[in-house]
């Protein structure tokens, strides 16, 4: 058993952090979303002189692969992709504490 017993112990701060949770599923998800979107723009922008880099797994992260709107969209893609990691640890955070706390 841990520290509480169910999340019936805590009714209003259990919906809050329910409510917390299930915003960080959705935004991990719109965030997926807008990171393939950005994705299949970003890989149709390759430098001509560079098109070799598209089977390069790292070459998202240089500039230099990608014309100057393929650069707009690597930018969008990275901050899409943090945003979705970042969503995807906070729900996990508050998933591990729920079990943590509660012990189921």
């Not at 901050?79 to 955070?93: D, E, K, N, P």
Request: charged share 15%; proline share 3%.
């Amino acid at each position: 058993m841990g520290f509480l017993a169910s999340m019936d112990d805590l009714p209003l701060a259990g919906y809050l952090i329910l409510a917390f949770f299930v915003l960080c599923w959705v935004g991990g998800v719109i965030s997926w979303g807008f990171a393939a979107y950005y994705m299949f723009k970003t890989m149709a922008r390759f430098r001509p002189d560079r098109q070799w880099g598209r089977y390069v797994p790292y070459s998202i992260f240089f500039s230099s692969f990608f014309t100057e709107e393929g650069n707009v969209f690597r930018v969008k893609l990275l901050r899409a992709s943090g945003l979705f990691i970042l969503f995807a640890a906070v729900g996990g955070a508050i998933g591990f504490g729920i079990k943590t706390l509660t012990g189921h």
